[in-house]
């Protein structure tokens, strides 16, 4: 079943909907250090497993970069 997001304000659909972390992987993001917010509320990298993706949620991913 395709699930409808909404990823960094622009229309997503996956087929694989299932949780943030299957989302980070299929946007070839698996191990980078990415902040992800979810509804608007920041969501800790280890509830990503656990927090199923579900149709209409919008998801805001930054990734960290570091410099000096």
Same mark, same amino acid.
């Given at each position: ?5 909404? &990823? ?7 087929? +694989? #909907? ?5 989302? @980070?992987? %299929? ?8 902040? &992800? ?7 800790? +990298? #280890? ?5 199923? @993706?579900? %149709? ?8 960290? &970069?570091?410099?000096?």
């Amino acid at each position: 079943m395709d699930v409808k997001l909404t &990823v960094n304000e622009e229309a997503y659909e996956t087929r +694989a #909907a299932g949780s943030v972390t299957t989302l @980070l992987d %299929e946007m070839g993001l698996a191990g980078q250090a990415v902040v &992800v917010v979810l509804n608007g509320e920041v969501l800790p +990298a #280890a509830a990503r497993d656990e927090q199923a @993706l579900r %149709e209409g949620d919008r998801v805001d991913l930054f990734r960290i &970069v570091g410099g000096g």
